[in-house]
């Protein structure tokens, strides 16, 4: 079936580095890619997106990248603090965030202070 | 305050119990969707909806059941719970004139 791979699994930093999470997906039907947050005991929130359409996004901290050719997708994050530890998840859709979407396994980022 | 809510937030059952997970929304969302998250294999997506009587299965749908007789409601229902469906699930939804899919505070389900 169709998946996401998502890379590293762990990750730690320290702050103020940079941290970059990647993920590769298998269905060539997918154009939205949403990338969460989940903080410890909590529900995921979305923090970032991109559309095929669309190269490249920034936003303040945070910026994802895709290749769709190569099928892959990328999330960096600048300057990072300790509040940035989370889990995040990539995940990959054919239509809008609602519609069949497929989730990576997960990357659990440390920040060290 | 827009929101998503699910009940119960923990349940322990045993094998075989019928039971089902409520969740709604407040912000009149077409899309719902319910998932699952296992330690190591990130989110899996049971069922979504695209609106009221339309739904399609996910990656996992095997042993669920949903339904979605009005807009707001879309209750996940385990006719048969085993032990394998011990797990976090996670209900969202989304409208059609944004991405962004907003997730309820989760349910925490025990099968004995």
């Known amino acids: 079936g169709e998946n996401v791979e998502q890379h590293p699994s762990t990750l730690s930093v320290q702050e103020g580095d940079s941290a970059v999470i990647k993920c590769t997906y298998s269905?060539?039907?997918?154009?939205?890619f949403p990338w969460y947050k989940q903080e410890l005991g909590k529900r995921p929130q979305l923090i970032i997106d991109?559309?095929?359409?669309?190269g490249e996004k920034k936003d303040q901290r945070i910026a994802v990248t895709l290749n769709k050719t190569a099928k892959h997708f990328s999330l960096h994050i600048t300057e990072t603090q300790p509040e940035d530890s989370a889990v995040y998840f990539c995940a990959a859709s054919e239509g809008t965030g609602g519609f069949k979407t497929i989730f990576g396994a997960g990357t659990r980022l440390f920040v060290k202070a | 305050e827009a929101q998503v809510t699910q009940n119960p937030r923990y349940l322990i059952t045993v094998t075989g119990k019928k039971l089902t997970v409520t969740c709604s929304q407040n912000?009149?969302?077409?899309?719902m969707s319910w998932y699952r998250q296992d330690p190591g294999l990130g989110l899996r997506q049971i069922y979504y909806?695209?609106?009221?009587?339309?739904?399609d299965k996910g990656d996992v749908p095997e042993g669920y059941k949903v339904s979605r007789k009005e807009k707001r409601n879309f209750p996940l229902i385990l006719e048969s719970p085993s032990p394998n469906q011990t797990s976090l699930y996670f209900c969202a939804s989304s409208g059609t004139t944004e991405d962004t899919q907003y997730f309820g505070p989760g349910t925490r389900l025990t099968v004995l």
């Open positions: 912000m009149n969302h077409e899309y």
């Open positions: 269905d060539s039907a997918s154009n939205y």
């Open positions: 909806s695209m609106n009221v009587e339309v739904t």
């Open positions: 991109i559309r095929s359409n669309v």
